[in-house]
């Protein structure tokens, strides 16, 4: 008998590995209408798609070898054109839906900046994700992540 969110989430197959997951685990690509593929990291564009499940090492062998071109044409049914840079354009997208992400939170008032109340709540067990800045002071870094293990024991 199959779960409630199964009809939901359907599973999706990776067409490089073969591998099962949902759409949360493997990213979208899509055909335009000039036949050229591209990334659909948020899964709405129209039409037919082809799901990735592979890291970008993989990818970028896969794409070298022209085993992601056959594949996609046998996702599509059709020829394709694979753009070089494809792992980019997924790492660009990736980064962008990321960063919008972070704006809606930011804008809805659950997302916390300045270490005392970073450190506050997450000893209280109520951070659920935690990023440092690239710049950030490694003790600084060492104190969120220490309050972070306390509040998730």
């Known amino acids: 008998m199959k779960a409630a969110n199964d009809a ?4 999706r197959t990776c067409i490089l ?3 099962k997951g949902t759409r949360d685990s493997l990213i979208r690509l899509a055909l335009g209408p000039d036949g050229a593929v591209a990334p659909d990291v948020r899964a709405r564009a129209p039409g037919r798609g082809a799901w990735i499940g592979v890291d970008r090492a993989t990818l970028q062998v896969a794409l070298d070898k022209g085993k992601l071109r056959g594949a996609l044409q046998r996702a599509f049914k059709t020829s394709v054109t694979v753009p070089p840079d494809l792992p980019d354009q997924i790492e660009r997208a990736l980064a962008r ?3 919008d992400r972070l704006g809606l939170e930011a804008r ?3 997302l916390l900046t300045g270490s005392e ?3 506050d709540a997450a000893r209280k067990g109520t951070v659920s994700l935690l990023l440092h800045a690239r ?3 490694e003790d600084g870094n060492r104190r969120l992540d220490q309050a972070l293990r306390i509040g998730l024991d």
């Open 135 to 137: 710049d950030a002071a």
């Open 17 to 19: 590995t073969r591998a």
């Open 97 to 99: 839906t990321t960063l």
């Open 117 to 119: 109340k970073i450190i």
């Open 8 to 11: 939901r989430d359907p599973e």
């Open 108 to 110: 809805a008032g659950t």
